[in-house]
């Protein structure tokens, strides 16, 4: 049944985004709405089972393994004040009015917190895709979203740690700051020092693509290492590829994940979170949803690009980089689990959310594409 789960996920992706794309938005968007026609909601030709959550997983990991081979580190240097005022703005303001908006709807206070911390998480996988579909991974907007992303994950995690334990869960904020600290200061170690090594040494061996093998045993090291200890396995993921992109391995390895992870894997990624979708239990709560998707957009895309504003970006690629923090993709879905299992989210908001969520990544390509050409346009015309 997988096979043909497969096959089927393979040809409508592929199908729907050639679609996508000769409507004038990114492929992806495609892909996303054609899970949903798979899925339970519509057709049921697709379950989501557990093996397909797996495979959905790696696809994602190989994505922003790319995006980290491809990220142009002078750019990314340069986008350091940005990412930081973008990543921390982008949580601030979503976090103080979705809480607010928690307590309007009658949530305790801390429920109202977590509300808010749900909404200001990023996942910038879909955006990674868009901005590589119009070509502007590599430019300051696409640098300055993909470093904020990073420091959006630590700030939002530490704080929802730090919810936990006021609220007795039983986490210990301390611990979890220490196993984030550790994280970086290693992965960044092992990037630098150990990645090249580890390279070298394979790149001789007497068996078949060694180098490949040797570069996704490390993808895939780091994004464990990132998930053992509380950061998105995405982040150890990109790091992974940052660290290849400086060894003379590069574009070996990018060429060949890229054709791997695009064959198979990603678009089972993209299909995947509208397959996940489960929009039954939620028309009774219809206006909540619609109140809240425009929230999440909203807060996200406005205090991102203030924080790109500030940082000394035009207006234009302000938006710009607002809309590339849209999306909150499987970090928010992780998060909203966690909301449902502590009872800090009854199962009616649980499923609510997972809806407001799809709504965010569905919305963010072509919000992208449209203010990306909005801004080139005014570029060529000054």
Same mark, same amino acid.
């Given at each position: 049944m997988l096979i043909l789960q497969l096959a089927a996920i393979l040809f409508a992706s592929k199908l729907a985004?050639?679609?996508?794309?000769?409507?004038?938005?990114?492929?992806?968007?495609?892909?996303?709405?054609?899970?949903?026609?798979? $899925?339970?909601?519509? @057709? &049921?030709?697709?379950?989501?089972?557990? !093996? +397909?959550?797996? *495979?959905?997983?790696?696809?994602?990991?190989?994505?922003?393994?790319?995006?980290?081979?491809?990220?142009?580190m002078d750019q990314f240097k340069k986008t350091g004040k940005a990412s930081t005022f973008v990543g921390v703005l982008g949580i601030v303001v979503p976090l103080s009015l979705g809480y607010i908006a928690g307590l309007v709807i009658g949530l305790s206070t801390a429920q109202a917190v977590f509300l808010g911390l749900l909404l200001s998480a990023t996942s910038v996988s879909i955006s990674v895709q868009a901005l590589k579909e119009m070509?502007?991974?590599?430019?300051?907007? $696409?640098?300055?979203? @993909? &470093?904020?992303?990073?420091?959006?994950? !630590? +700030?939002?995690? *530490?704080?929802?740690?730090?919810?936990?334990?006021?609220?007795g869960g039983d986490v210990n904020l301390g611990a979890v700051i220490i196993k984030k600290v550790i994280f970086f200061v290693i992965a960044i170690l092992l990037a630098w020092k150990a990645i090249p090594i580890v390279l070298r040494l394979f790149a001789p061996l007497r068996v078949t693509e060694t180098v490949i093998s040797a570069a996704l045993i490390i993808c895939f090291a780091f994004a464990y290492f990132a998930e053992a200890t509380g950061v998105a396995a995405i982040i150890g993921a990109y790091i992974a590829g940052l660290g290849i992109s400086f060894t003379s391995f590069k574009h070996e390895v990018f060429e060949k994940v890229e054709t791997i992870g695009y064959s198979i894997f990603v678009p089972v990624f993209f299909t995947s979170i509208g397959v996940a979708v489960e929009f039954s239990g939620v028309g009774q709560h219809l206006w909540l949803m619609i109140s809240l998707s425009i929230l999440a957009i909203l807060t996200k895309l406005i205090g991102a690009a203030l924080g790109a504003k500030l940082a000394g970006f035009a207006w234009r690629s302000s938006l710009a980089v607002g809309a590339g923090m849209v999306s909150r993709g499987e970090v928010a879905l992780i998060i909203a689990g966690i909301g449902l299992e502590t009872k800090l989210l009854t199962a009616?908001?649980?499923?609510?959310?997972?809806?407001?969520?799809?709504?965010?990544?569905?919305?963010?390509?072509?919000?992208?594409?449209?203010?990306?050409?909005?801004?080139?346009?005014?570029?060529?015309?000054?």
């Open positions: 985004g050639d679609i996508s794309v000769r409507l004038g938005q990114p492929s992806v968007l495609g892909k996303l709405l054609i899970g949903i026609v798979l $899925g339970p909601t519509v @057709l &049921g030709v697709v379950d989501n089972t557990e !093996i +397909l959550k797996e *495979i959905s997983q790696i696809g994602v990991i190989l994505l922003m393994f790319i995006a980290g081979l491809e990220t142009d070509g502007q991974l590599k430019s300051k907007e $696409g640098s300055a979203i @993909l &470093g904020a992303a990073v420091i959006d994950d !630590i +700030l939002v995690i *530490i704080a929802l740690a730090f919810l936990m334990s006021m609220t009616d908001l649980f499923a609510i959310l997972v809806v407001v969520v799809l709504v965010t990544t569905i919305v963010t390509p072509p919000l992208m594409k449209a203010i990306f050409k909005e801004n080139a346009t005014a570029q060529q015309a000054a």
